[in-house]
């Protein structure tokens, strides 16, 4: 079965630069899962961030930007603000119109 | 604007069975596949299901295969979902969310969500 990976928790300054990773349990994410990344904050549905690895969603401010590091998807988060303060998932595409989401990462802004 | 209305979520008995429906506007729906996803209490996304916009193919995520069947009315721009043989662990939100034109480029456009609980 194929999980998912994300870092449960990550904490950064305001002003400072974080970036949140997506892996797989077993194997290397490409640009071929199509990784894309949601923001939701309690009480709220999903918000898409980031389609197609780091192709940013319409509306979307440019501090936010996607890629691929080593064999991980990214989030990297610059000059985080406070309203930042959320749970990010990632999502890939595995064939046959099948995503599977992360655990999700609890960001906290401090 | 675009604007996923979800309903038919509430109570209901294990083993039993509820069909979600999700009202769109704002776009050409018969264009667009559609997913729906889930988020248990307190826990993360999952993936639930898809149905194409061409041939209205269909797609489970494993946990619900089987039990979930997915649909579309294009003539109404409707969504649905038919749940069955309800599980505890059926308890979520449900979201209907639009997919970005190929189901490899993700969600888009999410619902607000209705919540399904299954108790006894």
Same mark, same amino acid.
Request: glycine share 10%; aromatic share 18%; net charge negative.
């Given at each position: 079965q194929t999980v998912v990976t994300q870092e449960p928790s990550f904490s950064v300054s305001p002003g400072g630069t974080v970036t949140l990773t997506c892996g797989l349990s077993s194997g290397s994410v490409s640009i071929s899962y199509y990784p894309s990344w949601y923001q939701q904050t309690p009480g709220q549905a999903p918000r898409t961030l980031?389609?197609?690895?780091?192709t940013r969603s319409s #509306?979307?401010?440019?501090?936010f930007s996607g890629s691929i590091l080593g064999n991980k998807a990214a989030l990297t988060i610059t #000059?985080?603000?406070?309203?930042?303060?959320s749970d990010y998932y990632c999502a890939l595409y595995m064939g046959s119109g099948i995503s599977v989401f992360g655990g999700g990462t609890k960001l906290t802004v401090l | 604007e675009v604007q996923l209305l979800e309903s038919g979520g509430g109570l209901v008995q294990p083993g039993g069975s509820l069909r979600l429906s999700c009202a769109a506007s $704002? &776009?050409?729906? @018969? @264009?667009c596949p559609m997913s729906w996803v889930r988020q248990a209490p307190g826990k993360g996304l999952e993936w639930v299901s898809g149905i194409s916009d061409s041939d209205g193919s269909t797609y489970y995520a494993d946990s619900v295969k089987g039990r979930f069947t997915i649909s579309r009315d294009d003539s109404k721009n409707t969504l649905y979902l038919e749940t069955n @043989? =309800?599980? =505890?662990?059926?308890t979520a939100i449900y979201y209907c969310a639009k997919v970005?034109?190929? &189901?490899?480029? $993700?969600?888009d456009v999410w619902g607000r969500g209705t919540t399904v609980t299954v108790s006894s």
């Open positions: 980031i389609y197609s690895t780091n #509306g979307v401010p440019d501090r #000059g985080a603000q406070a309203d930042d303060e | $704002g &776009f050409t729906f @018969s @264009s @043989s =309800l599980r =505890l662990e059926d970005r034109n190929y &189901f490899y480029f $993700g969600m």
